[in-house]
């Protein structure tokens, strides 16, 4: 079955300090993968995605994801965390095996607390 | 680009109504999403919408219904409405399979 695991509630990190999210899967074909981040009562923005290529996936605001086939891994990293990053992150997962069941498989989030 | 526009913003509707929420997509894409997404939650599919046509649906009842128009507008509405209904609603936007979804605000339906 198709899921999607994130397997911290929350992070806590100092500003400044870097930051890891993690975030693992499991698909019976090829995945694709995104990160998206939600601000308190907005809808999700897109931070970036994994589609083919490179294992490293630079985005938006300055994160990056590593996508790491033998751990099914897709972990989002930021080598500097501000305080404005303090927010929601979703990771999801399309399987483009799935035939007419691409619907994206979501994570149930973690809440990141960058302190001051 | 106005992206992805939803409207109502914010809805509060009884017990038994009915609601309809609408969404526009972002220029250019032509799939709609729907989620559901409670107080501390992840976002629940509902369905998908692609030329006018329901592709996939999540586990929800048929209660939600929607619609998608020529000019890949969409609608989702909800019959019956009950307590746990309450949530924020998100309409999401793509071309294609390989993109990212987009999007939009949300709404935020309280029902009382």
């Known amino acids: 079955a198709q899921s999607v695991a994130q397997p911290e509630d929350q992070v806590n990190v100092a500003e400044g300090n870097p930051l890891t999210v993690k975030c693992t899967y499991s698909v019976s074909g090829n995945p694709y993968l995104f990160w998206y981040v939600q601000y308190p009562n907005r809808g999700l923005q897109f931070l970036l995605k994994y589609i083919t290529g490179d294992n490293l996936v630079k985005g938006s605001y300055g994160f990056e994801a590593e996508f790491n086939k033998s751990q099914t891994s897709f972990h989002l990293k930021k080598p500097s965390a501000l305080v404005s990053d303090s927010a929601l992150y979703f990771c999801a997962v399309r399987d483009m095996n799935a035939g007419n069941n691409r619907k994206l498989i979501w994570g149930l989030g973690t809440s990141l607390a960058v302190n001051p | 680009d106005a992206g992805v526009t939803q409207s109502p913003t914010h809805l509060i509707k009884t017990r038994g109504q009915q609601v309809t929420l609408r969404c526009s997509p972002k220029?250019?894409?032509?799939?709609v999403s729907w989620y559901q997404q409670a107080l501390g939650q992840g976002p629940q599919f509902i369905f998908q919408y692609y030329e006018e046509e329901e592709r996939q649906r999540g586990n929800f009842p048929d209660r939600f219904s929607g619609h998608q128009f020529p000019n890949y507008s969409s609608e989702l509405n909800v019959n019956a409405l009950l307590l746990g209904d309450s949530a924020l609603y998100l309409c999401a936007s793509r071309m294609g399979g390989r993109t990212e979804a987009f999007f939009g605000q949300g709404t935020r339906l309280t029902v009382v």
């Open positions: 220029s250019g894409h032509d799939t």
